[in-house]
């Protein structure tokens, strides 16, 4: 299995007046052809920078201080803002929250659709609205070579989200970064959205990373999962096996503390405090602190991503099981 | 109906519309009526003491302005609010309105923006204290206001922080001990934990039923999380276009939805267990408020539609300890 995207001990830092923030530390995994990847934590994670680095929108002071991010296998980590300007959009979708913002409201939809086949795709302005009502269309937008000539406000939530991945889908790229593309949206129209952004994924064998702090959407849609916490990968695995059979302590608290629809308690499971500020990780683990099973080792020595049974965990209980990935 | 267990919330036909017609000359040229948005029109339930009604629906179906009509943010165009026997929105604006908002009290989506940024913790929780008039006495406020972030598990030492100096799950606990400062009997929720990280929302959601339990609250509780709703609330009411379709225990909601409706919104919800089951897919959208479809509302996306369900408009009724508003059922 080659992989279409390699992330390679990625660090972003952010420096300012008093030191430099370190808010991604050490990232590493990989995206197979057509797979959907799913990234999970709580706000302030490092979801959404994981994101932006790899689309090469990481917004000024911070900055990739480390590390690789390889795109079949060359290096898209350190090109300039125009050659990047070529990849985006081309070889690499993205999806954001709102899509309201995300889209121009001067523009109508099929001006901004053809304006991004045009500018990555060899075709003629007729053959590039042509292929934007098809786009619409696939995306399940009715009566679309009526809609194409109808501005964003003439949508709704969910209809404007169909647009939007229409158009990160506009130049064939083969891989789409999806930033909380459902979280806007309510919770009848998320399931057709995921629904959509599965089955065109799949269909074009584009891969996907799905990034969302919903365990219910990625259990859902993804083929595995990485769960996040302060700025470091805690947990990367299939997916079913992080949710059944979660190995790392953090991943577990968070399984336990969502309320499930099936099963009945009194009271719901807490990790109790609250994920470390930037400027004040703890040395070693960085969950330490609120582990309820850390030793000592866990206070001086940093884990790395370690073999836990069908999963990999950054966690020093699974340490005997040793083969260090 | 006066008996020993009168419900302490009752509500009765509530209704609320709001103006959204285009400026009087441009109304005026253009020959446009006045337009009226029906957000709530018509919703009737009860709550007794010490137990949780939460209210559900997407976006635009009435279920905050409900929670606003409640604690006296808006006057009802139509209906009436009873609280402990009395007519709140009465109430509100007469001489013991001031009494009675001591009694109920609210709680806000967004703890970042429903806590003043330039003020002390001490002075946000005391405000009501002092509003009110129950503690003038700056010492013995300071001793209550941290008396208050115990029970809501922060500490003394918070008093003199401010808001910015807390995480979001923090912020709303201070929410919580400021809606618990005038010893309140009713707490409106409306969806206080929806901007909250799971893990931060377990913390909440275990606060809240802990003060129920120890205290004796009842909570109207606003969400659009059915899964929240399931492990917080007694009773149910699923809210579509500005009406209740369903009105049920919570287990008998859950285990026998009867609403086409409320059966589509439980199969929406992605399930973190056995995934990879085929879900039914939901079709289409909620339509504009301002022109709703005829008859049941709800028709143009219901699998059982019928005529009927285009002509006439199915009341709440009662079925077999629950009550329902669908012609099928």
Redesign the interface.
């Known amino acids: 299995m080659t992989a279409l995207l390699q992330v390679r001990n990625l660090v972003v830092e952010f420096p300012n007046r008093r030191g430099t923030l370190r808010a991604l530390d050490d990232i590493s995994f990989d995206i197979a052809p057509g797979e959907i990847l799913g990234v999970v934590g709580?706000?302030g994670a490092g979801k959404s920078l994981t994101g932006a680095a790899i689309i090469g929108l990481l917004e000024p002071p911070g900055r990739i201080a480390s590390g690789q991010i390889l795109l079949q296998g060359e290096r898209i980590d350190q090109l300039n803002a125009d050659q990047m300007r070529h990849i985006r959009g081309k070889r690499i979708g993205a999806i954001f929250q709102d899509p309201l913002t995300s889209l121009n409201p001067l523009y109508t939809v099929g001006r901004q659709l053809t304006e991004t086949i045009l500018a990555h795709l060899p075709m003629t302005p007729a053959q590039a609205r042509e292929r934007a009502i098809e786009l619409l269309q696939d995306t399940g937008i009715p009566a679309a070579a009526q809609r194409i000539d109808h501005y964003p406000h003439q949508f709704?939530g969910?209809?404007r989200q169909r647009v939007v991945i229409a158009l990160a889908l506009a130049a064939e790229p083969q891989l789409i970064v999806a930033d909380e593309p459902t979280t806007a949206l309510?919770?009848?129209?998320?399931?057709?959205i995921?629904?959509l952004l599965r089955r065109v994924c799949k269909d074009r064998g584009a891969a996907v990373m799905l990034i969302t702090?919903?365990?219910?959407?990625i259990?859902?849609t993804c083929d595995r999962v990485a769960v996040m916490y302060a700025g470091r990968l805690a947990e990367i695995g299939p997916?079913?096996e992080v949710?059944?059979r979660p190995a790392h302590p953090y991943t577990q608290?968070?399984?336990a503390?969502?309320?499930?629809?099936?099963t009945?308690?009194?009271?719901?499971?807490?990790?109790?405090g609250?994920m470390p500020r930037l400027n004040a990780i703890p040395t070693g683990c960085a969950f330490n602190p609120r582990c309820p099973q850390a030793v000592a080792r866990c206070r001086e020595e940093r884990p790395e991503l370690m073999r836990a049974g069908q999963t990999r965990a950054a966690c020093w209980l699974h340490a005997a099981q040793g083969v260090s990935a | 109906m006066s008996t020993a267990s009168t419900p302490l919330v009752q509500v009765q036909d509530l209704a609320r519309s709001f103006d959204v017609s285009a400026p009087w000359l441009q109304r005026t040229l253009a020959r446009q009526p006045r337009q009226l948005l029906k957000a709530v029109d018509g919703v009737s339930f009860e709550i007794e003491r010490g137990k949780t009604l939460a209210l559900v629906g997407?976006?635009g179906c009435g279920k905050s302005t409900v929670a606003r009509l409640l604690v006296g943010l808006y006057p009802p165009s139509r209906g009436s609010v009873r609280f402990d026997g009395m007519d709140a929105h009465a109430t509100y604006a007469g001489p013991e309105g001031l009494k009675l908002r001591q009694r109920i009290q609210m709680i806000f989506q967004d703890p970042y923006a429903s806590l003043n940024p330039r003020w002390t913790v001490e002075a946000i929780v005391g405000e009501p204290l002092l509003e009110h008039g129950l503690i003038p006495d700056r010492a013995a406020r300071r001793e209550r206001v941290s008396e208050l972030l115990r029970s809501v598990g922060l500490s003394a030492q918070d008093l003199g922080k401010y808001p910015h100096q807390f995480?979001?799950?923090?912020r709303q606990r201070i929410s919580i001990a400021r809606a618990l400062a005038t010893a309140p009997e009713f707490l409106v929720c409306d969806e206080p934990t929806s901007a909250l990280?799971?893990?931060?929302?377990?913390?909440v959601?275990?606060i809240m039923?802990d003060l129920q339990r120890e205290r004796g609250l009842t909570y109207l509780f606003i969400s659009?999380?059915?899964?929240?709703v399931?492990?917080v609330s007694d009773q149910v009411g699923v809210m579509y276009l500005g009406r209740l379709v369903e009105l049920a225990d919570t287990e008998t909601l859950?285990a026998n939805p009867r609403h086409p409706y409320t059966r589509?919104?439980?199969?929406?919800?992605?399930?973190?267990?056995d995934?990879g089951r085929a879900?039914t897919?939901?079709q289409g959208?909620?339509p504009n408020p301002l022109n709703p479809p005829s008859g049941c509302t709800f028709h143009p996306r219901c699998p059982q539609a019928t005529d009927r369900c285009r002509q006439e408009r199915p009341e709440l009724r009662p079925f077999m300890g629950i009550r329902v508003a669908c012609h099928a059922v």
Not at chain 1, 213 to 217: L, S, Y
Not at chain 1, 257 to 262: E, F, K, Q, T
């Open positions: 709580e706000s709704s969910g209809m309510d919770v009848s129209i998320q399931a057709q995921i629904g702090h919903d365990m219910g959407v259990a859902e997916v079913h949710i059944q608290g968070l399984m503390s969502i309320p499930d629809m099936d009945q308690r009194e009271r719901l499971a807490q990790i109790d609250s | 997407e976006s995480s979001g799950g923090q990280d799971v893990s931060v929302q377990a913390q959601l275990n039923k659009h999380n059915l899964a929240v399931r492990h859950f589509m919104l439980l199969d929406a919800i992605p399930k973190m267990r995934s879900r897919p939901v959208e909620v």
